[in-house]
């Protein structure tokens, strides 16, 4: 689809950067940069990305991390109920 956009001159800088580092056309740079920012790689399928590079800790893999955060609030609540 062909379509018209108005890009801000700091936004085409930043795309312009990108071709010259990666030596492909402004085009795929916008593309690519599109879809990454909407959370979807170029298969149409979502990019998850990890914050940090350690692994993720496995005694949590098979916890549901929204229990495990009550049981911790209610941990704590216990804590500064007793002092």
Do not use: W
Not at 7 to 28: V, Y
Not at 44 to 58: D, M, S
Request: net charge negative.
């Amino acid at each position: 689809m062909r379509t018209t956009v108005t890009i801000d001159p700091d936004t085409e800088a930043l795309l312009k950067e990108e071709t010259a580092r990666t030596g492909q056309s402004f085009k795929e740079v916008l593309n690519q940069s599109i879809r990454r920012g909407l959370g979807r790689s170029g298969s149409g399928k979502a990019v998850l990305e990890p914050l940090f590079p350690a692994p993720f800790p496995r005694q949590l893999l098979d916890r549901n991390l929204n229990h495990l955060a009550d049981e911790l609030d209610d941990e704590e609540t216990i804590l500064e109920l007793q002092s």
